[in-house]
């Protein structure tokens, strides 16, 4: 759409711009304050400079937390995009069964995260939970407080529980505006199912999938309190991931120069990423509407 | 040759029955893998915990709802749930009313840095919460809004704010901008043309920001948590009193979880229609 230049716009998007810099610009520069000084108490504060950050960039606890997160965030990326695209391919297109689909399926996006925790917790808990007497039963051994590989497994399991339904809805969502035509002239040329997919399905979700994949690029790199509530980042430190580690630094330990190095190269590499993502995704808008 | 014809017509219909059952049976699967976790919780919330803790049963052999009426007697309990209620509300509506108009600029005009002002709105949809939990106490503690519902609802407008604007641009920006024209000709000035005539236009869309708004700041526990001591609380703050001297009340805790569940589910009743669209964020 063609857009007239007019910095009137400016006094509509002012109180967006008031409220976001106090909520977010004042905190900000807080962090950036703290990163750059030292305290031995008492509200005296001296300067430090990048002492914090070369600190933190050789840290060996940070490595290990940012490598977690990596692992997390590429699994859980790996699994809920394709069985997204899956389940948004298998859900009902008229009928009851859409409006009862579409209600389930939002059902765990609207529980609260610590709550998503307890519901896990308590679910693989091999003496009171479903899951966990079940697979003991079955005979295998399932203890997501001692193993590190149970702990992931069922980490990994909540949030594909979490959000799979978030990228099927956006995939739904774009398959619903294909138009019915496409199909036919498919069918009519005798294309197969996995050509239907993808050259008409693929392509036309591919819009709605950037969305998907930023938005849970976003968030499974913010993750904090879910992991929290089941593992509380253990056993051990083996799921301990960003967020966990530095709530440990800023608020268990209160060593707030390093906490906020930390934040700031944790939301950096956030910012990096998803910018990436961003201006493909705006790139892509423009060329479609060309 | 209308024997061939026949024969299509019922491999077709064959096949596509064989299409919904299979489609039909993936569904089933999923829906299931969502509802076993929650079927446990509810099973749970309608035991006793010596139930709980001594047998492993399937349906509550002794139902009981003394776990609800523990919750709904204590007003330490709730009054978790207003006060979780009330800030979601605020919340909704101070970035609905800031996000509109900012929506419509970012949908309508080209002004100076606009690009960089939408991402960097987005770039705090991006930030990690748990960066800003302390410089949030600091903050509000300094201007004495520690503990109050007005605290939660503003930093939560941290990332819910970029969000509506990025929602509503999506659903204005299929409005065509001709109507605008159309009604500044015929005389209608902006505010009045902005509620009288726009609005109503994109309500599905206000209505699709609004459950957004409500989803991410009722879902929230990292901010909400560190805001709030006592007056404030919010519900899912006040889980974690469920572990005691003596152990953990099971029974309560999995009753509290339950009724977190449940706004949540009305709110998705009503704006089923338009969820598949919201999440696209209006851009399908």
Redesign the interface.
């Known amino acids: 759409?063609d857009?007239?230049?007019?910095?009137?716009?400016?006094f509509?998007?002012l109180?967006?711009?008031i409220?976001?810099a106090?909520?977010?610009v004042?905190?900000?520069m807080?962090?950036v304050n703290y990163s750059v000084q030292d305290t031995f108490g008492n509200n005296a504060f001296f300067w430090v400079g990048t002492e914090w950050f070369q600190e933190m960039i050789t840290s060996e606890r940070f490595h290990n937390s940012l490598i977690r997160q990596f692992m997390f965030t590429g699994i859980i990326l790996a699994i809920e995009i394709p069985l997204g695209i899956?389940?948004a391919?298998?859900?009902?297109k008229k009928g009851w069964?859409v409006?009862v689909?579409?209600?389930?399926?939002?059902?765990?996006?609207?529980?609260?995260?610590?709550?998503v925790g307890?519901?896990?917790q308590?679910?693989g808990r091999e003496?009171?939970?479903?899951?966990g007497?079940a697979l003991n039963g079955m005979g295998i051994d399932y203890n997501y407080t001692q193993n590190i590989f149970d702990a992931w497994a069922t980490i990994i399991a909540m949030d594909v529980?979490h959000w799979t339904?978030?990228v099927a809805?956006?995939c739904?969502?774009?398959l619903?505006?294909i138009p019915e035509a496409y199909y036919q002239a498919a069918k009519i040329d005798g294309a197969s199912r996995w050509a239907t997919f993808r050259y008409i399905e693929l392509p036309k979700m591919q819009?709605?999938l950037l969305?998907a994949f930023l938005l849970r690029f976003?968030d499974s790199?913010?993750i904090?309190?879910e992991p929290l509530v089941v593992t509380g980042g253990g056993p051990g430190n083996s799921t301990t991931l960003?967020?966990i580690d530095?709530?440990k630094m800023?608020?268990g330990q209160f060593d707030?120069g390093p906490?906020a190095a930390f934040?700031i190269i944790?939301?950096l590499i956030?910012?990096l990423i998803?910018?990436a993502l961003?201006t493909i995704m705006t790139n892509y808008d423009k060329g479609e509407s060309k | 040759m209308s024997g061939a014809t026949l024969t299509h017509k019922n491999n077709v219909s064959l096949l596509s029955r064989l299409g919904i059952s299979?489609?039909?049976l993936?569904?089933t699967a999923?829906?299931v893998?969502?509802?076993?976790?929650?079927y446990?919780?509810l099973n749970?919330s309608l035991k006793t915990n010596e139930e709980?803790?001594s047998t492993?049963t399937l349906w509550p052999d002794n139902l009981t709802f003394q776990n609800y009426i523990t919750i709904f007697t204590d007003p330490s309990w709730y009054s978790g749930y207003i006060n979780s209620i009330t800030y979601v509300v605020l919340n909704t509506i101070?970035s609905i009313?800031?996000?509109l108009?900012?929506a419509?600029?970012?949908s309508?005009?080209?002004?100076?840095g606009?690009q960089h002002?939408f991402?960097w709105?987005?770039?705090?949809?991006?930030?990690?919460?748990?960066?800003?939990?302390?410089?949030?106490f600091?903050?509000y503690s300094s201007v004495g809004l520690f503990d109050t519902h007005i605290a939660v609802a503003?930093?939560h407008?941290?990332f819910n704010?970029?969000l509506m604007?990025w929602i509503l641009e999506g659903f204005m920006?299929g409005v065509p901008?001709e109507i605008d024209e159309t009604a500044y000709i015929d005389g209608y000035s902006f505010p009045k043309f902005f509620v009288k005539i726009f609005m109503p236009l994109i309500a599905s869309g206000i209505g699709v920001a609004a459950f957004f708004c409500f989803?991410f700041s009722?879902?929230?526990?990292?901010l909400a948590r560190?805001l709030t001591s006592v007056d404030a609380k919010p519900?899912?703050?006040t889980?974690t009193r469920t572990v005691g001297a003596a152990g953990i009340d099971?029974g309560v805790?999995?009753a509290a979880?339950i009724l977190?569940?449940i706004?949540?589910?009305l709110?998705?009743?009503f704006v089923?229609?338009y969820?598949?669209?919201g999440?696209?964020?209006g851009?399908?």
């Open positions: 759409m857009k007239p230049f007019n910095n009137k716009a400016w509509l998007v109180p967006v711009v409220l976001v106090f909520s977010a004042i905190p900000l807080t962090v899956f389940v391919l298998n859900m009902p069964g409006p689909s579409l209600v389930l399926m939002s059902l765990p996006l609207l529980v609260p995260w610590n709550v307890t519901i896990w308590v679910f003496d009171i939970g479903l899951l007497a529980w339904s978030l809805l956006l739904y969502a774009g619903a505006s819009r709605v969305i976003m790199f913010m904090y309190t960003l967020s530095l709530v800023a608020i707030l906490a934040s944790y939301f956030i910012l998803s910018w961003y | 299979k489609s039909g993936v569904m999923y829906l893998f969502l509802m076993l976790p929650l446990w919780l749970m709980i803790l492993f101070i009313t800031v996000a108009p900012a419509y600029a970012f309508r005009y080209r002004f100076l606009d002002l991402f709105l987005l770039t705090n949809r991006m930030a990690p919460p748990a960066v800003f939990a302390l410089p949030f600091q903050l503003l930093a407008c941290l704010v970029p604007v920006s901008k989803m009722w879902v929230e526990l990292l560190t519900i899912a703050a889980m099971w805790l999995a979880g977190t569940i706004p949540g589910a709110v998705i009743w089923r229609n969820i598949a669209k999440f696209a964020l851009r399908v």
